[in-house]
C-alpha cells in the first residue's frame, strides 16, 4: 500500500481516518480474540473494564465522556456488565438519577488478568518504534486528540432518538 500522502491526500488511502482505522482494525484482532474467547465479554466491554480501572467509580456520563461514546450507548453497554457482576452501579445519594459506576472485585480481577496480556500486544505493535520515536508518537497522539475533541466541541452531533 505504501506510504500514506497524509500533507496531500490524493484518495481515501492518505487520510488520517482510514490510516488509523485500518490500524485499529489488525491491530485489535488479538484483542478482541482474548476478550471474547476467553474472557466472554466484547471489546467495548474491555474498554469500559479498563477505564474504571484506570480512573476507579466515575458516573455513567463521565465514564461515556472518556469512552468517546454518546451516553445511551453507554448506558446500555453497563447493563451485560453489571449482570456478568463485572460492575457494580449505586446511587452515593439519595436521588437514584445520579449514579457512580465501578468495578466489582470480580471485574478487577478480569482487568489484573487481561491487561498484562493486552500490555503484551501493544509493545509488539510499537516494537519497531524507537524508544524516541514512542515519546514522540505519544506527543504526536496527544495533540491529534485534543484537535479531534475540539473540533467535536465546534461541530456537536445532533442528539439521536
Not at 482505522?21 to 476478550?35: G, I, K, P
Not at 473494564?49 to 451516553?71: H, K
Not at 514522540?136 to 466541541?153: C, E, F, K
Request: proline content about 9%; aromatic content about 4%; hydrophobic content about 35%.
Amino acid at each position: 500500500m505504501g506510504e500514506p500522502r497524509l500533507d496531500d491526500p490524493q484518495s481515501i488511502l492518505d487520510l488520517l481516518n482510514y490510516q488509523l482505522h485500518v490500524l485499529l482494525s489488525f491491530s485489535t484482532a488479538e484483542v478482541v480474540r482474548l476478550c471474547e474467547q476467553e474472557m466472554g465479554i466484547t471489546r467495548h466491554e474491555w474498554g469500559y473494564i479498563g477505564l474504571l480501572a484506570a480512573f476507579g467509580p466515575l458516573s455513567p456520563s463521565d465514564l461515556a465522556l472518556r469512552a468517546g461514546m454518546d451516553r445511551s450507548r453507554t448506558s446500555k453497554a453497563l447493563m451485560p456488565l453489571v449482570l456478568k457482576g463485572l460492575v457494580r452501579r449505586s446511587a452515593p445519594g439519595p436521588d437514584r438519577r445520579y449514579a457512580v459506576v465501578s468495578l466489582t472485585p470480580k471485574g478487577q480481577g478480569l482487568y489484573d488478568r487481561l491487561f498484562p496480556r493486552v500490555l503484551d500486544i501493544h509493545r509488539e505493535l510499537i516494537s519497531p518504534l524507537r524508544p524516541q520515536e514512542v515519546r514522540q508518537l505519544s506527543r504526536i497522539v496527544d495533540r491529534l486528540r485534543r484537535q479531534a475533541v475540539s473540533m467535536q466541541r465546534r461541530h456537536p452531533q445532533p442528539p439521536t432518538s
